[in-house]
């Protein structure tokens, strides 16, 4: 783990996405994060020491999921599957597909699997395998304002996490997507899915992967905008949480009450044409029981030095 001094920083963005804003100045006490995301190897640690199995490998039950197609009551998880026709970028069904037997183990389907991708992030975590890994480990997930300022490394107001230039001299400095989304993906960085966790080159604190790679979970239920700035230097928030539960309830399906939290950092699917993301200050709900191949996590442990 890689200690993270803590101190006030300018958290969000008022240039992007309207979910960043405002900026505002937060505060966080010092901690230790993990250099770089959960990978295979150690999450396959954590199954074969607890016998965890994940959301993704357990067939839902109808109960939870009124209405729902039966056909789709079954263990697996979303896969994102380039379509051979243009897309409309108003309608991600035509990139994703729930495909049964997707897992952690199986990353594009039943038929795949992680061999050779021991220092790749996990993917197929929803929440709750997330956390159970981090408790396992006596650990945390973050907050989202722990993360952003992780993710800053020290460049507070930067526009992304190594300055203020997306490819510095042409160089690429995250695994994210060049091409015309979805269609097209021109792998410029080396890589068309996930990459090795220190494939590219770390941040100001000597964290790899806070930006592009996968998404990572946070511990912050999500909430549409962020809180308006202090009026005055003493009102700062200290160590800030995210909205309420209640509140992180998806508006566009209100018969579904189950709580999202934030997802920050992008993904190796992040593109100029569809979503600029991959930038500290970006952010993303997500539904708690609904993981991804593109999605993962890493964890914190709270206190100084000594900790």
Known sequence: MIFIPGGTFRMGSDAHYPEEAPVHRVTVDAFWMDRTPVTNRQFKEFVRATGH???????????????????????????????????DLRF???????LK?????HPYGPKSSIHGLDNHPVVHVAFSDALAYARWAGKDLPTEAEWEFAARGG???AEFAWGAEF?????HMANTWQGDFPRQNLAQDGFTRTSPVTAFPPNGYGLHDMIGNVWEWTNDFYAPRHTADAPKACCIPENPRGGREDQSYDPCHPELRI?????KGGSHLCAPNYCRRYRP???????????ASHIGFRCVRRGGPES
């Open 167 to 171: 490819t510095p001299g042409g160089r």
């Open 53 to 87: 199995v994940t959301f993704a490998e357990i067939p839902p039950d109808p109960k939870d999921y009124p209405g729902a197609l039966p056909h789709m009551l079954h263990a697996g998880s979303l896969v994102f599957t380039p379509p051979d026709h243009p897309a």
């Open 155 to 157: 460049l507070d107001g």
């Open 92 to 98: 991600w069904g035509e990139w994703w597909a729930y």
């Open 101 to 105: 037997g997707a897992d952690w183990r």
């Open 259 to 263: 709580p999202r939290r934030v997802l």
């Open 281 to 291: 200050a970006a952010r993303h709900p997500q539904l708690v029981d609904t993981s």
